[in-house]
């Protein structure tokens, strides 16, 4: 199987499966230097892993990493760092019913038609669970952009049809809050709805929001490489994302130019005036990326991500032998996938920034 390496010059590869002995991923091109422990990565890991709330997987899984390599005495040491996390609490019969069908938005069917083959426990690959080695390796990355002055600020704008109010936005919610909602007021509101659906055995979606700041000018490039483009790349690698927007998104379709054009503005003017530095705008509709380079300002984007698949709400589907089938699936499963998914968001964004800065080091030289 193809397609479990991302990156070019800060490289990470995931491996592992659901319900398999663990999970891990492989991090190459981490400079040396860098101060890493094991619970650097795990304040990252424990925002992803289940049991957190009621609206999480019961799956009781404490999800401790392991570093086995590239870290001498709590620093990196400029070789591949490699990171497992096991499991514990796989309940493999819970799913072999479902060896014999295939369920209503899983990858079960597509699995089957490419490879003849599925790992049902699960979903195998195509889990949740593989998420883990990207947010251990976006652990790294976030601590490594720390050190030149990038923060990034993920968080959930919406669940189901309620949004957050911009005017409510408490950033220091974002960590406590089983939503992971800025907004308190919006995410009673939400977990009213969640407790609604839950009862019907069904499920929902949202919105997640990213906010980057601290990027300088330039990052990314003009044509294949677009900053927005790489970025798209990595959110919409995450299964349970099904759109993304920079800045004010699908509504540019509804404005004019001289709506959505964002104008510059100089801090100084005269001999000291520094490109780099002393530029801004005074809107930023383009959500901090113009021409597929970042321009200074925070980048901004938004993901859609799907409500969960497993519901024990009767649904409609074939078996193997190509039956009408009608089903109410087992196990344990999230009723929505947002809150557990803004710390995979925030991973995959790390991971895309850090490597366009590594690929934009000796673009130019100065004297």
């Known amino acids: 199987m193809a397609g479990s390496i ?12 659901s319900h398999g002995a663990a999970l891990g991923v492989v991090v190459d091109g981490c400079p040396a230097g860098l101060p890493l422990t094991e619970a650097d990565i795990q304040k990252y890991l424990d925002l992803r892993k289940p049991g957190q709330s009621e609206y999480t997987t019961s799956r009781g899984e404490d999800d401790m990493v392991e570093i086995l390599s590239g870290v001498f005495e709590g620093v990196t040491t400029g070789t591949p760092i490699s990171m497992i996390v096991r499991n514990k609490s796989q309940r493999s019969a819970d799913y072999s019913e479902i060896a014999s069908y295939y369920r209503p938005g899983h990858a079960d069917y597509t699995f089957d038609a490419k490879y003849g083959f599925r790992d049902y426990r699960g979903g195998g690959r195509s889990s949740g669970r593989e998420t883990i080695g990207r ?58 709805y969640l407790d609604k659906l839950r009862s019907e055995g ?11 700041d601290g990027v300088v000018p330039g990052l990314g490039e003009p044509v294949f490489d677009k900053l927005d ?31 959505n054009n964002d104008s510059f503005a100089s801090k100084i003017s005269g001999s000291n005036f520094d490109l780099t530095t002393d530029v801004y705008k ?78 934009n080091m000796g673009n130019v030289i100065k004297s």
């Open 135 to 192: 947010v251990a390796a976006g652990a790294i990355a976030i601590k490594l952009l720390s050190l030149f002055g990038v923060k990034i600020t993920t968080f959930t704008k919406s669940i189901g049809p309620i949004d957050i109010n911009p005017a409510n936005f408490d950033e220091s919610r974002i960590l406590t809050d089983k939503l992971r909602m800025p907004d308190e007021n919006a995410s009673i509101k939400a977990q009213g």
């Open 229 to 259: 483009a790489r970025l798209s790349y990595a959110i919409m690698s995450i299964g349970a994302i099904k759109g993304i927007e920079f800045g004010d998104g699908f509504d540019v379709a509804r404005m004019t130019g001289s709506e």
């Open 282 to 359: 005074k809107t930023n509709h383009s959500g901090g990326v113009l021409g597929g380079m970042s321009d200074g300002s925070q980048i901004v984007f938004r993901c859609a991500v799907k409500p969960t698949p497993s519901i024990s709400a009767p649904q409609r589907t074939i078996n193997k032998n190509g039956e009408e089938i009608t089903v109410s699936i087992k196990g344990r499963h999230d009723p929505i996938i947002v809150p557990r998914a803004v710390v995979v968001v925030e991973s995959m964004a790390a991971l895309t920034i850090v490597d366009a800065m590594l690929m």
């Open 6 to 17: 991302f990156g070019e010059k800060f490289k990470i590869s995931t491996w592992g499966e």
């Open 202 to 212: 069904n499920s929902c979606g949202g919105i997640i929001e990213c906010h980057i």
